[in-house]
């Protein structure tokens, strides 16, 4: 095959050669951008950092978030051992027998009014 029987198909070949390079170029578009979207570092042509994952900013926002977390956690055990007391005191015998007392002192109490002494 010579040159000559290739030009006929010269439009096509650089048609599909723009397509590929194009393809290529949105790829790598695309990559990034969902590196970036999801946290991952960006990396350069021989893989060094272009994003460092660590910098002063961040170890600052990690101790931030950190303190945050034990401040609530923290906040959340005295709220767990409120409910316990509350529990215990709801669940008591005594508050029950309370309850109990309190019921019969309101029935002697309506008894009393129907009798006309209270």
């Known amino acids: 095959m010579e040159f000559v029987d290739f030009l006929p198909y010269l439009g096509w070949i650089i048609a599909g050669a723009f397509t590929l390079g194009a393809a290529g170029i949105v790829t790598s578009f695309q990559t990034t951008r969902m590196k970036i979207k999801n946290g991952y570092p960006l990396e350069g042509m021989w893989g060094q950092s272009l994003k460092p994952g660590s910098d002063k900013e961040t170890a600052h926002r990690v101790t931030l978030l950190t303190q945050e977390n034990a401040e609530l956690r923290a906040e959340l055990g005295s709220i767990k051992d409120r409910l316990v007391n509350v529990e215990r005191i709801v ?21 009393l009014r129907d009798k006309g002494e209270a």
Not at 91 to 111: C, K, M, N
């Open 91 to 111: 669940t008591d015998g005594g508050y029950q027998l309370g309850a109990e007392i309190d019921a019969l002192r309101d029935r002697a109490l309506s008894g």
